[in-house]
């Protein structure tokens, strides 16, 4: 079974927007400027004061700008579902324009159709001297935001304050969102997301962790919203909340049963373990060497191929596979020390030395008289043979060879060849 793969897609003002998966189906979820401003987790106080015919339009970005260059005319980059920040800087330089220049800036601007602008810090006055410190209502603002229907807000703290509170909101507000089948639990910190087809066991295995200490947090529907910069988070559906449902026992309330420690409201998915039904014409991963990965909302997780069958303790093979991770995160690889172990187990053994290929031998060196000794170390004799090899004598390479026959050796009837004189010549021991 391959890993799932995507890619990421463009987002309106270069933001990055995980793709769907085919598991389920992605959810863009948009927060409109009423609700932000009655949002209580939010933090900070928004005030309208014009544009209130705007108040439903949406926010679909999760990033603020500060258009300062937009209010001297330059409008490329701007996002209107972006939430538009005028701090002090902004507005000490609208301060020092004329009114007719303050209009005619304004109104390009706001004719953008933005989704809000906020003015930070709006409870200070400008000093006399007009060092922009602090927010004086310019009547222009108001004017132009009535005129296109867009919010105009004030908030009383910093720009970075705001948009600190701002970011923090919209990122839970408008995180994409899948729904998966499957079940999370957490077991030891880790998340694990078990997926497979119906019927497979997944339940019963989070009933078994539960049993030994473990916490649920999801069963059957798992609600997947993405965090940058790179995570995923599961929750419960909420008519499924502290439910777990076991064939044969029928829906159980696993708070009620276990107590509060036994559930979680929400944990980051950390590995998907993928529940198979075993066969014996399939093969199984056995070193543990490669990774393999599943991708959710474009956020890569590793992924673990499981083989259920009867005998099988799951419970406890999904707890080493929770403990292994730990170790993981660590920086200790279990199967890649291993296999380094017998690698360099493998090398000591081989000698320094060893050489498949002979080294050559050279029979006459150019110059050398014919039948001369090869350089190099003698050969030693072969074991189980009685003869002692000895050079001959030099007496015999110099004797007058007659035209058309070979040398004879002394004292023998041996007649030398040209191919059998550098032979050695045999001798008896004793």
Known sequence: ??????????????????????????????????????????????TL??????????????????????????????????????????????????????????????????????????????????????????PELAQCAEESGTPLLVSAVRSSVTITALHALLDDRLAPR??????????????????????????????????????????????????????????????????????????????????????????RIDVVVKLVEWSKDTEYDRLGLDERYHTILGVKIRELVIPVRPGRDMASILEVAARNELLKNAGFHAAREFFGNVEGELLRERPAEESSVPPPVRLAEEGAPRGAPPHGPPRPPRPGHGVEVQSPPSSAFRQPVERGRSPERPGTGFVATESSVSLPRPRRRG
């Open 49 to 138: 004061i014009a544009g209130s015919a705007g108040l439903d339009r949406p926010i679909m970005n999760t990033r603020i700008q500060k258009s300062g260059l937009a209010l001297v005319g330059h409008f490329h980059g701007i996002v209107p579902t972006r939430v538009q920040i005028l701090g002090q800087t902004e507005l000490s330089f609208l301060h020092k324009l004329s009114r007719e220049d303050r209009l005619l800036s304004l109104r390009g601007f706001f004719e953008l159709g933005l989704c809000c602008v906020i003015l930070t810090q709006g409870d200070q006055p400008f000093d006399l001297n007009g060092s922009g410190v602090g927010f004086v209502p310019v």
């Open 1 to 46: 079974m391959s890993s799932s793969r995507g890619s990421t897609q463009e987002g309106e003002g270069g933001g990055r927007v995980p793709p769907a998966t085919g598991a389920g189906r992605l959810e863009r979820p948009a927060l409109t400027v009423r609700s932000l401003m009655a949002d209580d987790g939010l933090g900070i106080e928004l």
């Open 178 to 267: 899948i729904r998966l089948h499957g079940v999370l639990v957490d077991v030891f910190g880790v998340g694990l997301l078990l997926m497979g087809s119906s019927a497979i066991g997944k339940s019963e295995c989070a009933l078994d962790l539960v049993m030994r200490g473990h916490r649920l947090v999801a069963d059957d529907a798992v609600e997947c919203d993405y965090r940058p910069p790179g995570m995923v988070f599961g929750a419960p559906a909420e008519l499924l909340r502290y439910h777990l449902e076991v064939r044969g026992l029928g829906i159980l309330n696993v708070k009620d049963l276990f107590g509060v420690t036994s559930i979680r409201e929400r944990k």
